[in-house]
């Protein structure tokens, strides 16, 4: 019972968090500060002393992993639903490539080399993948939020939905290649939408829900859910097939960012051991992790908004280099998926989180109006 009473109130935490913050805090920037401190504050303060339950009784439920898997399927089925709108237009891809490929290679340089402990190769590339991530919805908010001009808006999530896409296909892969039989099943089933589209069942729901379905039942199943959930969105893609999200945008966000998203993060947060934190993660690996994943990444952006636009001021490209770092619920779910694979230990798993926390708070600390006058100018169309 006092299990449950824990999860209840964590949960009445994250939505207080949320109703505070309003529309002056994007969700998941409230969501991470609960994550990276009042949950452990809750457990270490209250949890253990008063009611003598440790993490690992927190964690044990039946109940809690069912609703986690169900949670985290949704949400990468979520995140990989961008797919769709893939564009790989001469400027996108000079922006995505070197924003995706100097972060790769300095996270893998960071595993291998810095991180301690030995890693294998899927873990060495889990990481370098996990720097090269741009959280696509938080990133959009952010854009509305401060007025973004419309045609820079969408050439940054265009090129940022290619970062994610070779990112999660990379993955993918890389974990299929490992377990070779984990990736006929979903194969086969991303193949759906043909099907359909052969009976003529055109209506949205008959694409929507099975896809959730499925990302569910592969998840369960230990079958390889982001194969399927990519080469699916692909399928729908081929098929110029609209995708729509099987219930309302305001009750899916209520789900996502009321039950969804807190869930996946404490269940997180509580696998860290926080008494020996301090002997497992030194000062020297805290700062790389928070430093090294900004600062490639800032660098590759930058590289690639020069390429795309050599004309552009420094300006416009220090600013939209920043925006292209924000990570959010993207990198969240990428670092979760790690976590459960057993690819991360929970303290990397924490420094990694607070860079995610710091990289989204980043533009707005630096000024969210920053040369904002200057992109009108040069990309709002009259």
Same mark, same amino acid.
């Given at each position: 019972?006092?299990?449950?009473?824990?999860?209840? +109130?964590?949960?009445?935490?994250?939505?207080?968090?949320?109703?505070? !913050? !309003?529309?002056?805090?994007?969700?998941?920037?409230?969501? +991470? =500060?609960?994550?990276?401190?009042?949950?452990p504050a809750l457990l270490l303060l209250w949890a253990e002393p008063h009611?003598?339950? *440790?993490?690992?009784?927190?964690?044990?439920?039946?109940?809690?992993?069912?609703?986690?898997?169900?949670?985290?399927?949704?949400? =990468?089925?979520?995140?990989?639903? %961008?797919?769709? %709108?893939? %564009? +790989?237009?001469?400027?996108?891809? $000079?922006?995505?490539l070197?924003?995706?490929l100097v972060p790769m290679l300095a996270g893998l340089a960071c595993s291998l080399w810095l991180l301690p402990g030995e890693r294998g190769w899927l873990s060495a590339v889990g990481i370098g993948l996990l720097f090269s991530i741009t959280a696509i919805p938080v990133l959009y908010l952010f854009l509305q939020s401060i007025g973004y001009p419309a045609a820079a808006t969408k050439r940054l999530l265009h090129a940022a939905i290619l970062m994610d896409f070779m990112?999660?296909?990379?993955?993918?892969?890389?974990?299929?290649?490992?377990?070779p039989a984990t990736l006929l099943w979903p194969l086969l089933a991303a193949l759906l939408p043909l099907v359909l589209r052969a009976v003529r069942?055109?209506? =949205?729901?008959?694409?929507?829900?099975?896809?959730?379905?499925?990302?569910v039942l592969f998840q369960q199943l230990g079958l390889n859910a982001l194969v399927f959930g990519i080469a699916y969105m692909l399928c729908l893609g081929y098929l110029k097939q609209p995708f729509v999200l099987p219930l309302a945008q305001r009750h899916w966000k209520l789900l996502m960012n009321g039950i969804a998203v807190p869930l996946i993060l404490t269940y997180g947060v509580l696998r860290v051991d926080?008494? !020996? @934190? %301090?002997?497992? +993660? /030194?000062?020297l690996v805290l700062g790389t992790l928070l430093a090294l994943p900004v600062i490639s990444k800032v660098l590759g952006s930058w590289l690639g908004l020069h390429w795309a636009d050599p004309a552009a001021s420094a300006r416009i490209k220090w600013r939209e280099s920043l925006l292209l770092n924000i990570r959010g619920l993207t990198e969240i779910v990428f670092l979760n998926l790690l976590l459960q694979l057993q690819l991360i230990d929970s303290t990397v798993y924490? !420094?990694?989180? @607070?860079? *995610?926390?710091? /990289?989204?708070?980043l533009p707005a600390l630096l000024g969210r109006h920053v040369a904002n006058h200057e992109a $009108?100018?040069?990309y709002e169309i009259s």
């Open positions: 019972m006092t299990v449950a009473l824990f999860w209840l +109130l964590a949960l009445a935490i994250y939505a207080l968090v949320a109703v505070i !913050g !309003g529309r002056r805090l994007i969700p998941i920037v409230g969501q +991470l =500060l609960v994550a990276a401190l009042a949950i009611w003598q339950l *440790s993490a690992s009784d927190l964690l044990a439920p039946g109940w809690l992993n069912l609703a986690y898997g169900l949670c985290f399927a949704l949400l =990468l089925g979520y995140i990989l639903s %961008d797919v769709i %709108d893939l %564009d +790989l237009s001469p400027t996108c891809v $000079k922006i995505a070197p924003s995706f990112c999660w296909s990379l993955f993918g892969l890389a974990q299929g290649s490992s377990q069942l055109n209506h =949205l729901s008959f694409y929507s829900l099975p896809f959730f379905a499925l990302m926080f008494h !020996g @934190l %301090d002997q497992h +993660l /030194s000062w924490f !420094g990694l989180l @607070l860079m *995610s926390l710091f /990289s989204t708070l $009108k100018a040069r």
